[in-house]
């Protein structure tokens, strides 16, 4: 199972950037879909996940009305766009699937399978 996120870089404040985690090796489609982020010095903070089926999405509130989470069955791509970005987004944004059906996150919840990073620079 792979699950490669890409898209990042780095992005003025205010500007906007798509994130991609392409997964393989796994039936996407049954798979509810997490973005985290990680700052340096920081915990791993959850960002936005989605269900199965697109219809369910949940975000923390940090990115509300900034960030929509969807996906690609067809294509096995999440996605993560991002606008208005602001220097606290910087981090390294990193995707993870797992088969609860449950977009909501806890503290110690566990995920089947995480993916690597890209980062995410956003310049005041």
């Known amino acids: 199972v792979q699950l490669q996120a890409f898209g990042g870089g780095l992005v003025q404040a205010g500007g906007s950037l798509r994130l991609s985690c392409a997964a393989s090796?796994?039936?996407?489609?049954?798979?509810?879909m997490t973005w985290f982020r990680q700052a340096p010095g920081k915990e791993r903070e959850f960002v936005a996940a989605?269900?199965?089926?697109?219809?369910?999405?949940r975000y923390t509130n940090p990115v509300k009305g900034r960030f929509t989470i969807s996906r690609d069955n067809a294509e096995n791509t999440l996605y993560l766009q991002m606008s208005s970005l602001k220097p606290e987004d910087t981090a390294l944004y990193y995707c993870?699937?797992?088969?609860?059906?449950?977009?909501?996150?806890?503290?110690?919840?566990?995920?089947?399978?995480w993916g690597q990073g890209t980062q995410v620079t956003v310049s005041s």
């Open positions: 993870a699937a797992d088969r609860t059906g449950d977009t909501y996150y806890y503290r110690g919840r566990t995920y089947d399978y």
């Open positions: 090796g796994l039936a996407f489609s049954i798979y509810t």
């Open positions: 989605i269900d199965w089926s697109d219809s369910v999405t």
